[in-house]
Antibody, heavy 117, light 107 residues
Framework: QVQLVQSGAEVKKPGASVKVSCRAS????????MHWVRQAPGQRLEWMGW????????RYLEKFQGRVSFTRDTSANVVYMELSSLTSEDTAVYYC??????????WGQGTLVTVSS | DIQMTQSPSSLSASVGDRVTITCQAS??????LNWYQQKPGKAPKLMIY???KLESGVPSRFRGSGSGTDFTFTINGLQPEDIATYYC?????????FGQGTKLEIK
């Protein structure tokens, strides 16, 4: 069965960077895209961008341009999301989500990133 | 960006009730609309995709309809386990965007 397992919670200081991993199993990793979606406390879900797991092509939400980077390790079926120059507004749960057509059919369990001085 | 507006923001209903949530897009998105259920502390779960297609394993009491800019999510015969927040999501154009959510509670 498809599983997406994310790395554990992080606490970071303002200005720092965070790198979250998402390990995929149960499907052909290189044939799919992985999206990243975040949810700040009490807020709606926010699409951050996506990475083509096979070719490595990426697309980011404009507000994160220059501050976010998605990478992947096809030998280990892992995708990474790195976000830099963190502020308190980046405190959120970050999800990786596998796409089927236009829908997220499987999600990681979420990684809480807390930014606090 | 396409804005998605859900109503109501919260809803209280009794077990067995029919519950309806609406989602309005700021422009025509054809049938490119999905619905998710999210329980506290959990990741969202896909319920309905492409406006009206029931995801595998989802009970048939859940239904989606609509087209263009106006969409409806219905639960026929509310069950206690349906208590959650529900989100619509459009995939007609990047960036994919979500509604603000509808929190469903038991009366």
């Amino acid at each position: 069965q498809v599983q997406l397992v994310q790395s554990g919670a992080e606490v970071k200081k303002p200005g720092a960077s965070v790198k979250v991993s998402c390990r995929a199993s149960g499907y052909t990793f290189s044939n799919s895209a992985m999206h990243w979606v975040r949810q700040a406390p009490g807020q709606r879900l926010e699409w951050m961008g996506w990475i083509n797991a096979g070719g490595g092509y990426t697309r980011y939400l404009e507000k994160f341009q220059g501050r976010v980077s998605f990478t992947r390790d096809t030998s280990a079926n892992v995708v990474y999301m790195e976000l830099s120059s963190l502020t308190s507004e980046d405190t959120a749960v970050y999800y990786c989500a596998k796409v089927r057509g236009g829908a997220y059919d499987h999600w990681g369990q979420g990684t809480l990133v807390t930014v606090s001085s | 960006d396409i804005q998605m507006t859900q109503s109501p923001s919260s809803l209280s209903a009794s077990v067995g009730d029919r519950v309806t949530i609406t989602c309005q897009a700021s422009q025509d998105i054809s049938n490119s609309l999905n619905w998710y259920q999210q329980k506290p502390g959990k990741a969202p779960k896909l319920m309905i995709y492409d406006k009206s297609k029931l995801e595998s394993g989802v009970p048939s009491r859940f239904r989606g309809s609509g087209s263009g800019t106006d969409f409806t999510f219905t639960i026929n015969g509310l069950q206690p386990e349906d208590i959650a927040t529900y989100y619509c999501q459009q995939w007609d154009d990047l960036p994919w965007t979500f509604g603000q959510g509808t929190k469903l509670e038991i009366k």
